[in-house]
């Protein structure tokens, strides 16, 4: 099974602050049709998941562009620009290469 | 495109019970559809997929004991659990990657 490991599990910032979130995966995330499905959802407090970046860097419509992704194979970065206070929540990152597996979690808290 | 969960409730432990999932505002039948767990205060925990054609995969800890399933006519998605166990306590999400319902809580206690 392919397990999901994110750092740091915590993150304090001050907003305008840039901050990053790594995701490794025990094995590539690269799938046989060359599509990387690896994707990173935010779940405020109280609120369902929703969607940020899909297919390792592709912002979800309707996200803010200080969001963006990056990675290949095993290893994958979210980049927040300058947080805000709306950014405020725990962060996952989620394959889909092989069935779905989430990462553990990173929880974004002021500073 | 809306997502919404039902049927969670309070369940003994070894009972059944079954949810529901409502779609509308996309053509529910072109798209493969998953059910995710959040036991209280933990992560994101996946439990099972049905593909367009209701091809299923299930994760190891409810394989032989949750169905999901799909009737394509009426736009709804469902998660039949059996045997269940006080470890299954968590709110149950309906989703596809670009959507996620409210969710529906279903707690297994005596």
């Known amino acids: 099974d392919v397990v999901l490991t994110q750092t740091p599990p915590t993150l304090s910032a001050t907003i305008g602050q840039s901050v990053s979130i790594s995701c490794r995966s025990s094995?590539?995330?690269?799938?046989?049709?060359?599509?990387?499905?690896l994707h990173w959802l935010l779940q405020r407090p109280g609120q369902s998941p929703q969607l940020l970046i899909y297919l390792v860097s592709r912002l979800e419509s309707g996200v803010p562009n200080r969001f963006s992704g990056s990675g290949s194979g095993t290893d994958f970065t979210l980049k927040i620009s300058g947080v805000e206070a709306e950014d405020l929540g725990v962060y996952y990152c989620v394959q889909g290469t092989h069935a779905w597996t989430f990462g553990g979690g990173t929880k974004l808290e002021l500073k | 495109v809306q997502l919404v969960e039902s049927g969670g409730g309070l369940v003994q432990p070894g009972k059944s019970l079954k949810l529901s999932c409502s779609a509308s505002?996309?053509?529910?039948?072109?798209?493969?559809m998953h059910w995710i767990r959040q036991a209280p205060g933990k992560g994101l925990d996946w439990v099972a997929y049905i593909s367009s054609s209701s091809g299923t995969v299930y994760a190891d800890a409810v394989k032989g004991r949750f169905t999901i399933s799909r009737d394509n006519a009426k736009n709804t998605l469902y998660l039949q659990l059996n045997s269940l166990k006080s470890e299954d306590t968590a709110i149950y999400y309906c989703a596809r990657l670009h959507a996620w319902g409210p969710g529906t809580m279903v707690t297994v206690s005596s």
């Open positions: 094995q590539s995330l690269l799938h046989s049709n060359g599509n990387t499905y």
């Open positions: 505002g996309f053509t529910f039948s072109s798209y493969g």
